[in-house]
């Protein structure tokens, strides 16, 4: 089994800034593609961005130039640093990964999402 946990999440006031954090564990042989997704109520979930495991991004064009997506492969985590937010980024931001165990099954997985809440 594998699973992803998130944490970072809060309420910010607009202008300022969250680091989100997402976790990978359990029997991993590797973990490739990790991203980030947002669902805003009455919303559908959106891509916020996504990084392969080199370090190719790829960003919503409502987060560029404020968002980074980064990811250390020693630890399995990857991060999401959210500057310049926006009451429009009020969401719960959920984690991605594609994982590989160790008996080399792969698994699209989610986190349980974190609450993100900018105010006005």
């Known amino acids: 089994q594998v699973q992803l946990v998130e944490s970072g999440g809060g309420l910010v006031q607009a202008g300022g800034s969250l680091r989100l954090s997402c976790a990978a564990s359990g029997s991993i042989f590797i973990v490739n593609a990790m991203g980030w997704y947002r669902q805003a109520p009455g919303k559908q979930r959106e891509l916020v961005a996504d990084?392969?495991?080199?370090?190719?991004?790829n960003y919503a064009d409502s987060v560029k130039g404020r968002i980074t997506i980064s990811r250390d492969n020693a630890k399995n985590t990857v991060y999401l640093q959210m500057n310049s937010l926006k009451p429009e980024d009020t969401a719960v931001y959920y984690c991605n990964a594609r994982i590989i165990t160790v008996r080399l099954s792969t698994y699209d997985t989610w986190g349980q999402g974190t609450q993100v809440t900018v105010s006005s």
């Open positions: 990084i392969t495991r080199d370090g190719s991004t």
